[in-house]
């Protein structure tokens, strides 16, 4: 599996942004995928997943304000972030590993592919 991400960028406080990650790999849909952000001098968190069957959960810092979506027509995940916060500001990834249930509290060392990330700046 190949992941790229894109959307990100800079935006004032209480704005939106929404980022994307194209998968290749024909069993996409059937992996749980996962959004992770890691600001400088900090530890990689879990923001929110979706499972393979379209569940989602989400950190307690974003809940509802974020949004995690998946279009297995295009293999495409999506992250829609709304009412943005200077603490938003970090490196976001996306994640998947070969199975099909996860939440966004799994550590990152349990997942096996990675994307490049994109930077989401809030000021």
């Known amino acids: 599996v190949q992941l790229v991400e894109s959307g990100g960028g800079s935006v004032q406080a209480g704005g939106s942004l929404r980022l994307s990650c194209a998968a290749s790999?024909?069993?996409?849909?059937?992996?749980?995928m996962t959004w992770f952000r890691q600001a400088p001098g900090k530890e990689r968190e879990g923001v929110a997943a979706i499972d393979s069957d379209g569940s989602t959960s989400y950190a307690d810092s974003v809940k509802g304000r974020f949004s995690v979506s998946r279009d297995n027509a295009q293999n495409t995940l999506h992250l829609q972030m709304n009412a943005l916060k200077a603490e938003d500001t970090a490196k976001y990834y996306c994640?998947?590993?070969?199975?099909?249930?996860?939440?966004?509290?799994?550590?990152?060392?349990?997942?096996?592919?990675w994307g490049q990330g994109t930077q989401v700046t809030v000021s």
């Open positions: 994640a998947s590993d070969t199975r099909r249930y996860c939440n966004a509290g799994y550590p990152d060392w349990t997942y096996n592919y």
């Open positions: 790999g024909d069993t996409y849909n059937d992996y749980c």
